[in-house]
């Protein structure tokens, strides 16, 4: 089973400032067939459901506003909020879709400073 | 607009068993893979199980192989996740979600708001 590790578990920004996620693959998840990572990254408020943010670990889900971006390749990945909104507070996974069984992070909570 | 309203959801006593049903809107149903994904009270989100955009191939996480069984009707827009020998440690939240592919290999692109299922005595 691939094993996704993300840190830290949790953070607190100040409003506008930069926040940075990681996360690890315990295997490879770049397809050398088409050359794409099989990780995404998804939103979950508060009593809501989870939310597509970035998928390919660096396509932008339609809607979602361009201050989210992904990044990495192979085995580390990263999601960056450039200027943190009162709106992105919520826990964020990531997760490989490579193979089966499908795995998530154990999430990351963005809190306010 | 794409939608997924889970059902099914109740409280039932360990050993017992229970079936979940997914009602899909907005796309065309039978072209993509479907997924079942979990989540305990205050705990992360695990996948449970999917299955393939014809129904021909099903995964499970370990922790539910041989108990749960997952299906769906194309004519009727729907996926079921059938769940017997419930445990205590199969209390969560269980979304529905669609698959962004027919197999496996795609991401999560929309989701149900869930239904909460309690293993208690």
């Known amino acids: 089973d691939i094993v996704m590790t993300q840190s830290p578990d949790s953070l607190a920004v100040s409003l506008g400032e930069r926040a940075t996620i990681n996360c690890k693959s315990s295997q490879n998840i770049l397809y050398n067939s088409n050359k794409k990572n099989y990780l995404g990254w998804y939103q979950q408020k508060p009593g809501q459901a989870p939310k597509l943010l970035i998928y390919w670990a660096s396509t932008r889900e339609s809607g979602v506003p361009d201050r989210f971006s992904g990044s990495g390749s192979g085995t580390d990945f990263t999601l960056t909020i450039s200027s943190l909104q009162a709106e992105d507070v919520a826990v964020y996974y990531c997760?490989?879709?490579?193979?089966?069984?499908?795995?998530f992070g154990g999430g990351t909570k963005v809190e306010i400073k | 607009e794409v939608q997924l309203v889970e059902s099914g959801g109740v409280v039932v006593q360990p050993g017992g068993s229970l079936r979940l049903s997914c009602a899909a809107s907005?796309?065309?149903?039978?072209?993509?893979?479907m997924h079942w994904v979990r989540q305990a009270p205050g705990k992360g989100l695990e996948w449970v199980s999917l299955i393939t955009f014809n129904g021909g191939t099903t995964y499970y996480a370990d922790s539910v192989r041989g108990r749960f069984t997952i299906s769906r009707d194309n004519r009727r827009n729907s996926l079921y996740l059938q769940m017997n020998s419930l445990r205590t440690e199969d209390t969560a939240l269980y979304f529905c979600a669609k698959g962004a592919a027919a197999g496996t290999g795609g991401h999560f692109d929309y989701w149900g708001q869930g239904t909460l299922v309690t293993v208690s005595s």
């Open positions: 997760q490989q879709f490579y193979s089966t069984p499908l795995t």
């Open positions: 907005g796309f065309t149903f039978d072209d993509y893979a």
